[in-house]
């Protein structure tokens, strides 16, 4: 059994939790993150989208992880339109874009150790185990949670993201190159969208499913239905790759900060309540959490961490919970799908409108965010 003390303990080696890591150590602080994956990024659960913005803010100027740039995206409605918007983007290669993240806040002086996972606290220490069996103890003055949306960290602290929609998603050879993304909207794919996301020569192609009824039986039974359509307009070949399998959250944590420990990214639900993005958020709440967690080791006080969720709250809250009532309003009038997508699908101008009267909104509105 091996005892380390670390300033701050990150669980989960993703965009959030390599962010945390490195905001820390730039500030001095002795930082550890725990990875419970041998190799971090794999298996990749993400439909691997990112704004071209993100760019500017990444630490590290390698671009090997980008596939593939994209101009637009397309939104094909349920009625046959198609709507076409301005949408700068890059699909990447997400296993390894988290990689860099993490080999970069390795090199600032982070120790990022992959298979290894966080399994219990006893005494006021984390005890942490290793894929060959061994064990560490640490007692690290915050714990930052950025271990995705079933979060071991949140279950410690008695929190758990409410809504979680699960999605599937192969690899399709493509017939023809494509420079934009299309999202695909149809009654069939209750209270979320498929997609067709080009890198290369293939696509990442999915769908999510909300609702009781989304088990995975039914979730590769609508893709299936899916790829075919695109198989017969032509826009695709058979034979998928590399299936994949994950949920995303959609709808955030009201609270984020109890007692030595706080949640970043997914395990907090920062993903985007109506698009289901993600990775940007995560890596604003990841660096947020890092700053607050120096603050608080080096002061001696948690309740410094406040100060996380109050400018947290300043800069993704309302349009987190914007989003969430959104998709809330979506669900609820989903048999009129053709009517409301353009009140509930940030694509619209009416995204960021009042919700005509015709239909039925909750006691306190759902208007302008």
Not at 67 to 82: E, F, H, N, W, Y
Not at 172 to 183: F, G, K, R, Y
Not at 259 to 279: E, K, R, S, V, W
């Amino acid at each position: 059994m091996q005892h380390r003390d670390y300033d701050i303990l990150v669980v989960g080696a993703g965009p959030a939790g390599s962010s945390a890591a490195l905001t820390a150590v730039r500030s001095g602080a002795r930082v550890l993150v725990a990875e419970r994956r041998e190799v971090i990024g794999v298996p990749v659960r993400c439909a691997e989208y990112i704004p071209r913005a993100l760019l500017g803010e990444l630490p590290f100027k390698d671009r090997a992880f980008i596939a593939q740039p994209v101009k637009s995206m397309r939104t094909l409605l349920p009625d046959g339109r198609i709507k076409e918007t301005e949408a700068p983007g890059l699909v990447i290669r997400r296993d390894l874009f988290d990689q860099r993240l993490a080999e970069y806040a390795q090199s600032q002086g982070a120790e990022i150790r992959s298979g290894l996972r966080a399994v219990g606290r006893e005494n006021g220490e984390i005890i942490l185990k290793q894929a060959g069996g061994g064990r560490v103890r640490t007692r690290p003055a915050v714990i930052i949670g950025a271990d995705g949306p079933h979060s071991t960290v949140g279950r410690w602290m008695g929190l758990r993201v409410r809504r979680l929609i699960p999605g599937i998603q192969v690899r399709v050879p493509l017939a023809a190159s494509m420079d934009h993304t299309d999202i695909y909207f149809h009654p069939e794919i209750y209270g979320a969208y498929a997609w067709v996301f080009p890198r290369g020569d293939e696509a990442n192609v999915g769908l999510a499913l909300a609702g009781g009824n989304s088990c995975s039986g039914v979730l590769r039974t609508t893709l299936d239905r899916f790829v075919g359509r695109l198989v017969h307009e032509g826009s695709v070949k058979a034979a998928p790759r590399k299936g994949m399998f994950g949920w995303i959250p959609a709808a955030p944590l009201d609270r984020l900060v109890r007692g030595n420990m706080m949640l970043a990214g997914d395990a907090a639900g920062h993903a985007h309540p109506i698009t289901g993005a993600g990775i940007s958020n995560a890596i604003l709440a990841g660096r947020l959490a890092g700053k607050w967690a120096v603050e608080a080791a080096e002061k001696g006080d948690l309740s410094a961490l406040q100060g996380y969720e109050g400018e947290l709250r300043e800069d993704l809250g309302d349009t987190l919970r914007y989003g969430d009532r959104r998709r809330r309003l979506l669900e609820r009038h989903w048999d009129r799908l053709s009517e409301i997508l353009p009140y509930c699908w940030t694509a619209f101008r009416e995204y960021f409108q009042e919700i005509p009267d015709r239909f039925d909104t909750e006691k306190g509105g759902l208007g302008k965010p």
